[in-house]
């Protein structure tokens, strides 16, 4: 990926496409990340996570799984997910260069949030595409 200039009305733009197809469905906190742990832009409750931090462990989680996905004979695992006691937590490849993480309670059924990321990855890849 060459060098990505996110302007505020892109980031309000990607932020706009989180808070309706995500944060809309009950989801508690969505981040677009780039494959180097950066965050591109977040939506929802950020209040006590450290997002910077949360981004750079994703992208390091993703690597780690794609090294695993080698040992096995695949080319990738586009997506990971994590349950905890009341968090739950889903990446999702998003393109070649992004990754969504999006955190969601029990409230939420997992599949409900598959679906919404599957049908917003090529809104936030065009959107990301623009010039």
Known sequence: MGTMIVTDEKARQLKEVLDRQLLAIGVSLAILIDEAGNVIVSAGNVNGV?????AALAA????AT????KLLGEEDFSI???KGKKDNIHF??????????????????LGLVRLRVSQVAQ??????AEN
């Not at 450290?50 to 949360?54: E, F, H, K, V």
């Not at 992004?98 to 029990?106: G, N, W």
């Open 80 to 82: 990971l997910y994590h």
């Open 66 to 69: 794609a090294q695993i996905a």
């Open 50 to 54: 450290d997002t910077t931090s949360l």
């Open 123 to 128: 809104e936030l890849l065009d959107l990301l």
């Open 60 to 63: 390091a989680n993703f690597g």
């Open 92 to 109: 999702s490849k998003i393109g070649m260069d992004f990754i969504l993480v999006t955190v969601f309670t029990d409230d939420i059924p």
